[in-house]
Structure formats: C-alpha cells, structure tokens
C-alpha cells in the first residue's frame, strides 16, 4: 500500500481577482522509500502542492478539497491537534531559504531539541545528546561547539544540513524538500545532494522533491510528476521520462535546458523555446491548460480538457496527441 | 591592431569593513583582488564563479557604479577608471547594463515608453522627437514585444517580459559592451531559453560584447567565447570555452564542472565533493586561496600564491600543478 495518497486534491485561493485554482484536481501516490519528484515552473502548483501536504495553507484566503491518505488516514479531516502531532514527526519539510526557516534568535541546538522534546517526548539532556547525533549525521564538523551557535554564525551550506537535521531528528516516514538546494551553490548543491542520498539509504523515509532543475531530478528522484498550471500533465519513472517523454510541455521543457558539454560536439546552436507564458489561473480553462503554447493545438484541445492517458509502461500524459507506446522522442 | 575593446588590468576592489557594531574600519573584505582580462568587439566573456567570488563586483567596476582601490579599467584606450564626469558620460553610453531582477531594476511608476526614452535624451541621440518615437518603437520589434505595450507600466508584464524591457533599455543607448549581471538567473526554464535566444541574436544583430556574469554553468557554456572562473577575489583559469568545458585545468574549474546535475538519469558521474566552503574574503587564506579546499594541495599551496601563467596559447591558470620548477627557463 501507498504510504502517501492524494485524490483530486485542489487548492483554491480567493483574490480580488477571482478564485485563484492554484492546484487543480492533482492525484499522485508517494510508495515507502520512494522518493518522487515534482517538477514544474513558477506558479505551477507544486509548492502550494506540498504546503497543502502539510495543511500549511491559511484557510480562508486558502480552501483545500479532496483527500490526503497518509498512512490510511485522510490528513484533511483531523483535528487540528492530531494534524499538530504528524507535522514534524511522521512528515517533515525543508524549504528553500534555511536562513529565513531558521528561527535567527535560537541556538540550531534548541530548534533541534524543540522537536524532540515535543513529538518523541525527550527530555533536555537526552534531547541534547540526540542533537549533537543528528549534527555529526549531517556531517556538520564540531558538532558540541555548532550547538550552541545561532544560524547566522553558520554558512548557507550548514544552514541546509541543520534543516535536514531538524526534518530527520524523528525519523520521519515522509520528508518534504521543497527546493532544497535552489539556494546553494553548486559545490555545496553536491555535498547536499549527496548528503540526501546518503541519507536516505541509511533513514529509509520516503522524499518528495519539489524543484525546477531536471539536472537534480535525474540525480536523486525515482519518479516524477510533472505540473503545468495547477494539473499533473504526465508522471513516469525518472529513466522513462528523461528517454522518452510524451507531453509536449516536457519535452519543451527538457528541450529548453542546454546541457553542459553539448555545445562542444557542435551540436544544437539555438535553445528550444516554450512561447507565450503560463495561462491567468483566477480565469477558468476550457480545454487543455497548455494549448496556448503547444506546438500540436488543434481546435479539440481548445474544446475539451485531455485525461491522463497511459502512454508507455507505467507512465502517463494528458495530452490528445501524445504517442502512445514505445516511441522515442 | 586596434586595441581591445576592454581592457581591465590588476584591477582589485576592497571593501572597508567595522569590527563589530560602532568599532574602527579597521577590517577589509578583499572583494576583487588582482583581476586582469580583456574583451573583444562582439565577444561574450563570461565571469563565473561561486556567490561572493567578486564576479559581480568585477561588472560593477567596469561600469563604474564606485571608484576602484586600484587598476585599471580601460574602454577602447581610454581609462574609465580615473576618467573625469565629462569623459565618464560618453563612455557610459558605450557600457550598459542588464541586472538579475527584472521586478526591482525597472521603475514602477514609469511608462515603457519613458523607460526606454530615457537613455535616448540622456545622451542625445535622437534628432527629433519623431525620431525618438521611431526609436522606442523600434526597440520594442528589437526585442519582440508589441508595440502597443509601450504605454503600459512594469506591473503589467511577467518576468520574462519585464527582462525583455530591461534589455530593450540597455540597448537604447546603442552601447558596444552590455554587462548582464546573472541576466537570466532570476527566469523560469521555458523563459531563459527565450532571454538567452534573444541576447545572442542581438549580439549578432549588433556586433555587441557582453560580459556574463552568471553561475549557471550550462547556460554559460552554450553562450560563451570565453570564460574566466573566480574563487575568492581572484581568477583561477581564463581560457576559451573549448578548454574550459572539456578539458579544465584548474582543481577548482573541475570541481564546479563536475557539481553540476546532468539531465540524464544514471550518468556515469563521479562528482568532486570539495571540503567544507568557501572561506570569507575577510581573512583570505594564505598562499593560494583554493588550497584549503582543493583535493591536491602540497605545502607550496600554503605559502607561495600561484600567478596566472599561459599553459596554451589563450589558456591562463593559476595552480601550482604541473608547473614547471622555479627557475626553470625552456
């Protein structure tokens, strides 16, 4: 069984505009262990996705319908204070900014002791002692002087391994990285993605992985799903999608991506562009939400809303043209 | 031969710092500290390199946003460096720039139109007021937006839109070089692809030189001539992109290279994992300032700083590696 399983999951902001359909009807299931990736643009979903997870949404502005499963039971109908005890025990959640996550007035050892002694019930010493352990696990060096330091004694890169030691400190089921290494450089993106990788071997949680960079994608993702505009607009294992996609979306946005080394062999001189932008989501779609840029329309799309159609083993598309079966793109 | 076009010669820029809240100025952060390269008419120079490497710095002397501690910045044979508010003016027209964040570079309570009308009086160059209405308008075919757009405000265009702008008003100024300062950083995939289309049509359109500032290797790669890489202060490897990206000398260009996620699930990649990070520019460390991170420093490291020495016939590395013995002359 799944251990995460969302059903028609829709999240509606109210604006002066309208009702913004920020995600729209979004299924997908995260598998124990698994560790499945969502990508999309700016304004896709895919964050407000994850906050919905959490029911981080403030409601009202915010609505959220459909079902959460996790673990059997729907997260949107607990109370509160039952809600309270999973976030930060069995589901966890590291954001982008570790400098704006962090409480800046408390030492990372208290905001590490915080959730023990809260969800595991630890009291200060042996929350201390715990701290220390999930330190020295994210391999931050000194980790009996780091305790006592408050985030802005500590670099970006160490910022983000004290999230990462904050979201593990309980061993959660389900970790939530919503653009973890967006704000990190690139040696210090590859000892965090390494660390993660090290990590979840040894922890054995299950990840979802929100971002917009396919390059992390293929490096630690085993699934994804792809968001457009508030749908899932194709899902497929990482190997599958990379190899073959379907939706024109991903294929445009794999193609818009140039790839280090390609430009030597002479190869492509000119980057695939995705024309147009993204639809006003405060105005209701008829129709597919990517018709207004996709290089296939046709007066169906603009008529009728694709469904998520298998297109290849165990990977799917909305879109009316995308071939089906073991067509290479 | 002409001269290049620009030219920036051991240029360093310090930035005083206090000790503490109310303490003395007694602490410098070593910002850019000995810099040298040279750019082509119509070649793309990019700086890259990890945040606080000094590569924005480097593009904000070149356009004299503050006074240098020392070097020289030379455009065409002239100094811009120590050149008089007179002299400074005609050299602006000729070095404009494209910033990060098309949302905090433009003016919220201008029109387009004022936008781009803007650089045009400021330096004369229309002759007419018609002239300048056929040169905003034309601006806006340049960089494929409508025309009706031009009396619209910021607020009312996406960002890749808003980029567009900001290039449309660099270029009203008819310059040679455009410094794009993580130009297309800020951008969504889909949009970047667009952006750097465009600047790279421009540059052919116009013979422009950009220098480009960015830490996105791949973006850089498909872009570039050439490419210069700092660490702290300093440049480690300049060299034409051929040698950059397929055979890197440096410790640290292999490193940054070989950190970059591929798009291609199961790659065989062996990532170099640099130690720890990257130290302050405060209290540069001693010798060659990559040594405390580097997989192969030896002693020498430590104590002696490596120069930029030609290994090929445009390639410039400062590594002791494989360099020859001192005193030895061929």
């Known amino acids: ?329 | 031969m002409s001269p290049p076009l620009l030219q920036v010669n051991d240029l360093k820029k310090h930035f005083p710092v206090r000790a503490g809240l109310f303490g003395p100025r007694s602490e410098r952060v070593y910002a850019v500290d000995g810099v040298s390269f040279e750019i082509e008419r119509g070649e793309t120079l990019s700086l890259v390199g990890e945040s606080g490497c000094g590569k924005s710095t480097v593009g904000r002397a070149i356009l004299r946003l503050f006074d240098v501690t020392a070097g020289q910045v030379i455009l065409d044979g002239q100094r811009i460096d120590d050149a008089s508010p007179s002299a400074l003016r005609q050299m602006r027209r000729r070095v404009q720039v494209v910033f990060q964040d098309p949302f905090s570079s433009l003016n919220p309570r201008m029109r387009v139109r004022d936008i781009l009308a803007e650089p045009i009086r400021n330096f004369g160059l229309a002759k007419s007021a018609a002239d300048l209405d056929a040169r905003v308008a034309s601006l806006m075919d340049t960089v494929r937006l409508p025309r009706e757009a031009l009396n619209r405000r910021p607020h009312e265009f996406s960002g890749g839109q808003r980029q567009r702008i900001g290039i449309a008003r660099a270029l009203a100024a008819e310059p040679e070089l455009i410094v794009c300062d993580e130009a297309v950083s800020a951008l969504d995939v889909s949009v970047k692809a667009q952006i750097v289309n465009l600047l790279q049509d421009l540059q052919r359109e116009f013979g422009l030189a950009l220098l480009f500032i960015s830490h996105d290797l791949a973006i850089v790669e498909h872009m570039t001539h050439r490419v210069a890489v700092m660490y702290l202060g300093k440049i480690v490897e300049l060299a034409p992109k051929q040698e950059i990206f397929a055979a890197p000398s440096h410790p640290y260009t292999q490193a940054l290279l070989s950190a970059v996620p591929l798009p291609e699930p199961g790659a065989a990649r062996s990532p170099i994992i640099l130690r720890g990070d990257v130290p302050s520019p405060i209290n540069p460390p001693s010798g060659c300032r990559f040594h405390t991170r580097c997989p192969f420093a030896f002693d020498r490291c430590r104590i002696e700083e490596p120069q930029l020495r030609a290994t090929g016939s445009d390639q410039w590395v400062a590594c002791h590696l494989d360099e020859p013995p001192q005193g030895w002359r061929p």
């Open chain 1, 1 to 329: 069984m799944a251990l995460l399983e969302v059903e028609n999951l829709q999240t509606h902001f109210r604006t002066p505009g309208g009702i913004n359909r920020a995600v729209d009807g979004v299924s997908f299931h995260v598998n124990e262990g698994e560790t499945l990736a969502i990508v999309g643009e700016s304004g896709c979903g895919k964050s407000v996705t994850s906050m919905s997870l959490m029911r981080l949404i403030p409601e009202p502005p915010g609505r959220i319908a459909g079902a959460i499963r996790f673990a059997g039971r729907d997260l949107l109908q607990l109370p509160d204070r039952e809600m309270r005890a999973i976030r930060g025990n069995d589901i966890s959640m590291i954001f982008q900014e570790p400098m704006t996550s962090l409480n800046p007035v408390l030492t990372v050892g208290r905001q590490i002791r915080e959730t023990l002694m809260m969800h595991q019930g630890l009291d200060k010493q042996a929350a201390e002692v715990r701290a220390i352990e999930m330190l020295t696990l994210v391999g931050i060096p000194e980790p009996k002087r780091r305790v006592r330091e408050y985030p802005h004694q500590l670099s970006g890169g160490m910022r983000q391994r004290v999230m990462i030691a904050i979201a593990l400190a309980c061993n959660p089921k389900l970790l939530i990285a919503d653009e973890p290494t967006t704000a990190l450089d690139v040696t210090i993106q590859a000892q965090i993605l390494k660390l993660m990788l090290d990590l979840k071997r040894r922890v054995g949680a299950a990840i979802i992985l929100i971002t917009h960079d396919l390059g992390v994608v293929a490096e630690i993702a085993e699934r994804v799903m792809v968001m457009y505009a508030g749908r899932k607009v194709e899902e497929a294992s990482v190997a599958e999608l990379f190899r073959a996609p379907r939706h024109p979306y991903t294929q445009g946005l794999l193609g818009a991506v140039p790839r280090l080394g390609s430009s030597l062999s002479g190869a492509s001189k000119r980057l695939a562009e995705i024309p147009g932008q993204v639809p006003d989501l405060r105005k209701p779609i008829t129709g597919c939400v990517f018709a207004g840029r996709c290089p296939l329309v046709t007066d169906l799309c603009r008529q009728y809303a694709p469904g998520l159609e298998e297109k290849g083993p165990r990977h799917i598309a909305a879109c009316h043209y995308a071939a089906k079966g073991a067509v290479a793109a």
